[in-house]
């Protein structure tokens, strides 16, 4: 608790230091809007210093005391600039406002003081994995086999910070901070662009932290909120750019925004350099009339915002050759990969929507956008092709409604007419690419900005406020019953933390074993990769992970183990906890199902009365790399090259000779 209070007293600093500088720059703002901008923008700014300070030797046991000094420093330069007008907040007017919010804010913050779960699977993944990996060796560096660590890394930086101070509850304090920012944004930005409705920021305050993937992202270390948020007040901040070119009014500080927020999305998530070329695009057709202002915009909003990304794609170049890696490693490569790496990771990715695995048929497009309200299932995962997937991952169907309206209704201005027709474009590139959810995060920012707009209008002016208030009832409800009750029985003792993590991820109680005995120092994890709670050196060694691990090359199971020793490392660990068992369909006349089973395995690696596996089995495991390290390892075993040592949970830990 206290490393979480910690951090969020660090967000709050960070917030007020830049507060000065906002509040001078946009003195016309709404202070909420100031307040929530500066927090964000700060941050942001906070995760990308990390690179520069984490890439030094040494750099992450000393670099939080220098960024600490550097934003105190920058507060008390900007101290005499301050809009102290939301100081003045009467919190007895706006009692209603604060009490949903409030109420809002309860469910992410009982779940960020709550160890995570399964359900929290990138968290423990990787974006709390690959910090506390930078943060033990205390430098930034390249790590093999979990591509995931060349992703752009700005709100995961943060993550290094939070660890140190207060494990996992602050780390994810930097999520919770970030919601109160976004919301603090959005409701100043829509109390201020439309003053004529009286409930306008409270609309979008509501849809924009009712959506399912924002409620529930913003109570674990994930980072599609804060992507969201950055792409689409920057994508907002540009559609009042141009609004005020329409108007022939000065522009000079109202650019800049937008190139901040989109560079920082594209520094938080690949997807945002979609958002970019999207915004660039139409706000190049927007202003076609004048085509000189039309380029200087689409080059300065392009180029500026790819700029502020730049430090990230120049450090997966460099480590990795592929600035996206590891995707279009077709046309641009990458170190440590391959053509079967890409082709399943492309399949995985082409799992979502209405038509997984098909090719992309357009005629589908009107089904795969509106199936985001009725079937939410098919865009996340686990289970996406069966259409049950987290509905945590929902876009939420008030967001949906919002745009689908104001694309009805015209826009009124040319802020929201812009932010439909981004809008328009990103879920355009989404039905292409991969129809996961959680990747239209940053559709929800603008959604929430243009559904006061439609409250001007007298037949939807309370329309609006009861689709955001059933959205957050159901948000709220389902959140109640999936994950607040249970959570709250943990922070109150009555089920034991431990006991609670252990249930859902049973990975937790084996690294306990491999942390606590000093003969296991670097460990390849098989079946596994919730790495983030070892406190040793580990590597995800199944072939599809990469090819670091020598899952494909070696010849044999003494070729595996020799291969092994050479890299270093002493230990494996293998789950089979989701390896199929025999049933009727697992017979030798069924070879490729038959050495799939896990009993299978276990003969062939001698470890109960069996035959070790067939010159036929060979060939058919070689088929399949999947199934072709199961082999080395059962041959390895069987031949005293690898020495299985104690059995815990659904694991086996085995040393290698």
Not at 228 to 249: D, H, I, P, S, W
Not at 261 to 274: C, P, R, V
Not at 595 to 614: K, N, Q, V
């Amino acid at each position: 608790m206290l490393g979480f209070l910690l951090i969020l007293a660090f967000c709050a600093v960070v917030a007020l230091a830049f507060f000065g500088v906002m509040s001078r720059l946009k003195s016309d703002w709404d202070p909420a809007e100031q307040l929530g901008w500066s927090g964000l923008i700060g941050l942001g700014s906070v995760g990308l210093v990390t690179l520069f300070v984490g890439l030094l030797p040494n750099g992450l046991r000393w670099g939080f005391a220098a960024i600490v000094v550097a934003v105190l420093g920058i507060g008390t330069a900007t101290f005499k600039s301050w809009d102290r007008s939301l100081l003045k907040f009467d919190g007895r007017k706006n009692l209603g406002v604060v009490a949903l919010f409030g109420l809002l804010l309860l469910f992410p913050l009982v779940a960020s003081l709550s160890p995570s779960t399964t359900m929290d699977w990138d968290s423990i993944a990787y974006h709390l994995a690959v910090p506390k990996m930078w943060l033990q060796d205390g430098q930034i560096h390249k790590v093999l086999n979990l591509h995931h660590s060349n992703f752009p890394f700005s709100i995961d930086n943060l993550y290094i910070w939070g660890l140190a101070l207060g494990g996992e509850a602050g780390a994810k304090a930097f999520s919770f901070a970030i919601l109160v920012f976004g919301v603090l944004a959005v409701y100043g930005t829509a109390r201020r662009c439309f003053p004529d409705s009286q409930f306008a920021g409270l609309a979008a305050g509501l849809i924009f932290a009712g959506s399912p993937v924002v409620l529930w992202e913003s109570g674990t270390a994930y980072i599609d909120v804060a992507h969201g948020l950055y792409a689409g007040l920057g994508v907002f901040a540009l559609g009042e750019f141009l609004l005020k070119t329409q108007r022939e009014e000065a522009v000079e500080k109202s650019l800049w925004l937008a190139v901040l927020g989109l560079g920082f999305a594209a520094g938080t998530k690949y997807t945002g350099l979609q958002a970019i070329f999207a915004a660039a695009l139409v706000a190049f057709l927007f202003l076609i009339r004048t085509p000189k202002v039309a380029i200087k915009t689409a080059l300065v909003v392009g180029v500026g915002a790819f700029l502020v990304a730049s430090p990230w794609y120049i450090k997966t170049t460099v480590y990795t050759g592929n600035p996206v890696y590891p995707f279009f490693y077709d046309k641009l490569g990458g170190e440590n990969w391959g053509e079967w790496h890409s082709e399943i990771y492309q399949d995985e990715q082409r799992s979502f929507g209405v038509a997984p695995g098909q090719p992309r048929n357009f005629a589908d497009i009107g089904h795969a956008v509106l199936g985001l309200v009725y079937q939410p299932g098919r865009y996340v995962n686990p289970g996406q092709t069966a259409g049950a997937g987290f509905p945590t991952g929902a876009v939420g169907f008030a967001a949906m409604v919002a745009l689908f309206a104001g694309a009805a209704m015209g826009g009124s201005d040319r802020r929201v007419k812009f932010s439909l027709a981004w809008c328009g474009m990103i879920l355009l590139m989404w039905f292409v690419l991969s129809q996961q959810s959680r990747y239209l995060t940053m559709i929800v920012v603008p959604a929430a900005l243009i559904a006061p707009s439609l409250m001007r209008d007298k037949n939807w002016r309370y329309g609006a406020l009861a689709v955001a208030g059933v959205q957050c009832f159901y948000t709220l409800f389902m959140l109640q019953k999936m994950q607040l009750t249970t959570q709250l029985k943990v922070l109150t003792g009555q089920i034991e933390r431990d006991a609670y993590v252990a249930a859902s991820t049973p990975f937790a109680e084996s690294a306990k074993v491999l942390n606590a005995n000093p003969a296991y120092t670097k460990i390849a994890l098989y079946e596994e990769v919730f790495g983030f709670y070892l406190d040793k050196s580990y590597i995800w060694a199944n072939p599809g992970h990469g090819t670091a691990a020598p899952c494909l090359e070696a010849e044999n199971g003494a070729d595996y183990a020799d291969k092994m020793k050479a890299l270093g490392y002493d230990t494996v660990y293998l789950n089979r906890q989701f390896w199929p068992r025999r049933d009727e369909n697992s017979t030798p006349e069924n070879l490729a199902a038959w050495t799939a089973t896990t009993d299978r395995w276990m003969e062939a690696a001698g470890l109960i009365p069996g035959e070790a596996y067939s010159p036929e089995e060979i060939e058919v495991m070689k088929t399949d790399p999947n199934l072709y390290y199961r082999y080395l390892l059962a041959d390895a075993v069987r031949s005293g090259r690898l020495i299985p040592q104690e059995e815990v949970g659904p694991g086996i830990i085995i040393t290698i000779n």
